[in-house]
């Protein structure tokens, strides 16, 4: 009798949770909770399509430079669904989406058939904090900001990650600006109501990296007042391959007894061994004590085709006309692994209480040269302001030019040193903590301030503001103030930290026509009152993500592997 009132209980759960909102997760101490209390496990797989990779010197990662909207593919979710609840996954990842598109139908879909949703805020190429010269600037942040925005009002967004592998083992430069990152999205999002997740997604290395850059996502920054922490920590882990001994994951669960937020596998499934398929034995372990007392759960990489080093993946194979899914036995063995796994339920929430936070990993010079000082919040206003009062600007020559602005910024600062003035405004460095009163502007806004400096250093001969046409004078500009001056003027608080705004609307990409230059913001089809209300110029939407970039992040996870 006990027995049949259970099933039915539970089979009246399963109902609602497919009709209804999902149950919100959140985190307390190093755990996640449903909001009905039911301690709250990852239990699912990558859905990203690999993007295109250009090999070549410049890109010593192969990372790829393309990437396709997965959920912004109608059609591709209704055929995935029903091979996702196969899986019995409750969650998923996407590496890149485009905030501009309609996302409802795949959301809906995965959202009615009780899965979360993990997404990476990142998009290729110039989409990310990058790993060796990095930013956190208002051209990334806005980025983010409009990818939550577009997602904020799905139910079951579970998490944003704010860069996926941006740290090596012998490049840890980046740590401080994907920890603004995190403590900038988080502010952000608390100011909109949201209880979904920050997340970071790390590749793992040798112990003492994966240690230091852990505790530095989730040390105790109290002392400088800001909540500057992730909410959870992915680890991108392939050491159990096969059937490996149930004693892989010891020495790692150990490292990871005490840590302060929630941790879980963001990629998993080796194939390194060539299984051939994947066994998955992993699964039991990790969804068991003592990895549950540690980790909640984690996500199997990867549902479509992904090839890395000569190992794929993938699990579903497309059809070519993209209508059909055929599955593979790695695909067969997950299934039945990841549905034969019960959650555990403890501790209770009520006993999860909080871990003491750490304090930050010291900076050392050999094992982790990082500051501990955190860059300022990226200001939009200070910045557009900035642009404004600039003499001589960029103008774009074609909407795809973040690459040459990359160049051109090396070209410029070239220039200025020969000149005898000085490029320090621009750069931050994490090693250091020294971050340059612009260093948080958009690329664009950096480049046409070293233009600026170097028209002003030669006097303001017409000719010294040219760069090969890449330049032009700026008429607005207030007359005979310098680019210093101005950088002080407006940046008058050069490291504050303080809740973003939402993002200015984001203008169509077009080329900069400085005797069009006036507030009404040529080129705004939009009827946007944005250029007019002073908070976000036109410069300051210009550079900005969505018309800039290509490509994708689509996680040197990818490449990585080991
Ligand atoms: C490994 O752990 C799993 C889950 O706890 C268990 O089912 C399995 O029997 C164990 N295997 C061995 C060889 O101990
Ligand atoms: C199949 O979908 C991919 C994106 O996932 C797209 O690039 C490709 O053009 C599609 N092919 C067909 C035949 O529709
Ligand atoms: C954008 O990315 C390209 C390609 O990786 C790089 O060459 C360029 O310097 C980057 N631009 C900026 C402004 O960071
Ligand atoms: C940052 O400073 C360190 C220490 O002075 C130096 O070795 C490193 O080259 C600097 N990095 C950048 C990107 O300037
Ligand atoms: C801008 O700079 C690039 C790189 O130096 C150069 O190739 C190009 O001709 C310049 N001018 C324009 C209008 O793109
Ligand atoms: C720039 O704006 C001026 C004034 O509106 C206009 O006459 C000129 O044609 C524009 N140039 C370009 C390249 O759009
Ligand atoms: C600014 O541009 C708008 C529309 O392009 C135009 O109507 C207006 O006269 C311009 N104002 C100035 C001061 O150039
Ligand atoms: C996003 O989609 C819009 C509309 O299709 C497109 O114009 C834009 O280039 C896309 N952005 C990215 C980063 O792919």
């Known amino acids: 009798m006990l027995n049949v009132l259970g099933l039915a209980a539970t089979a009246l759960l399963v109902s609602v949770a497919t009709v209804g909102a999902l149950p919100k997760v959140s985190r307390t101490g190093k755990y996640l909770f449903t909001e009905n209390g039911a301690r709250f496990f990852i239990k699912g797989i990558a859905y990203q399509t690999q993007g295109i990779v250009i090999s070549g010197p410049n890109n010593p990662l192969n990372q790829p430079s393309t990437f396709v909207d997965n959920l912004a593919d109608s059609a591709a979710c209704a055929r995935d669904v029903p091979f996702l609840q196969k899986l019995g996954v409750n969650a998923i990842r996407a590496y890149s989406v485009n905030s501009s598109l309609d996302h409802d139908s795949c959301m809906g879909a995965l959202s009615s058939a009780g899965i979360y949703v993990i997404l990476d805020l990142t998009l290729p190429l110039n989409g990310s904090v990058d790993t060796t010269q990095p930013a956190w600037s208002t051209n990334t942040l806005d980025q983010y900001l409009r990818t939550v925005d577009a997602f904020e009002k799905y139910d079951n967004i579970l998490a944003y990650n704010i860069g996926n592998e941006v740290m090596g083992p012998k ?162 063995n997950l299934a039945a692994k990841f549905n034969a796994v019960s959650f555990a339920n403890s501790p209770p929430q009520a006993s999860a209480t909080s871990v003491s936070p750490t304090a930050c990993p010291a900076s050392d010079a050999a094992a982790w040269p990082v500051a501990t000082v955190l860059p300022p919040t990226p200001d939009d ?61 958009d690329p664009t806004i950096k480049l046409s301030y070293l233009f600026s400096s170097y028209y002003e250093l030669n006097h303001r001969a017409s000719l010294a503001c040219d760069f090969s046409g890449n330049a032009t004078l700026n008429s607005a500009a207030p007359p005979a103030l310098g680019a210093s001056a101005a950088a002080t003027s407006c940046i008058p608080s050069p490291s504050a930290i303080f809740t973003p705004p939402a993002p200015p609307v984001l203008l169509p990409v077009a080329p900069h026509n400085a005797s069009a230059s006036n507030t009404s913001g040529s080129g705004s089809g939009s009827g946007s009152s944005q250029p007019g209300n002073g908070a976000a110029p036109r410069w300051a939407s210009m550079g900005m993500g969505l018309g800039a970039v290509v490509g994708c992040v689509l996680g040197g996870a990818l490449w990585t592997l080991a």
């Open 381 to 441: 206003a200070a910045c557009g302001c900035l642009a404004n009062a600039l003499s001589c600007v960029f103008q774009p020559p074609s909407p795809d030019y973040m690459e040459l602005v990359g160049s051109l910024i090396g070209v410029a600062c070239g220039l200025v040193l020969q000149a005898g003035g000085s490029c320090v405004d621009i750069m931050s460095n994490g090693t250091t903590g020294t971050y340059g009163v612009l260093a948080m502007c």
């Open 171 to 332: 490049a840890t430069q980046a740590a401080p600006f994907i920890t603004a990152a995190a403590r900038d999205i988080r502010a952000y999002l608390n100011s909109i109501s949201s209880s979904a997740l920050v997340g970071y997604a790390a590749i793992d290395g040798p112990s003492a990296f994966v240690d230091d850059t852990a505790n530095y996502l989730a040390c105790d920054r109290s002392a400088t007042s800001a909540t500057a922490s992730i909410d959870l920590f992915g680890l991108n882990n392939y050491e159990w391959c096969g059937d490996a001994a149930n004693t892989t994951f010891d020495a790692m669960n150990a490292r990871f007894a005490n840590y302060e937020v929630a941790a879980y596998f963001s990629e998993f499934g080796s194939e390194n061994c060539n299984p051939n398929p994947r066994v998955w034995t992993e699964i039991p372990v990790m969804f068991s004590a003592p990895m549950t007392n540690v980790w909640s759960g984690g996500l199997a990489f990867s549902y479509f085709s992904a090839l890395s080093k000569g190992h794929e993946f993938g699990m579903a194979v497309v059809s070519a006309d993209n209508t059909s899914i055929t599955t593979n036995g790695d695909f067969d």
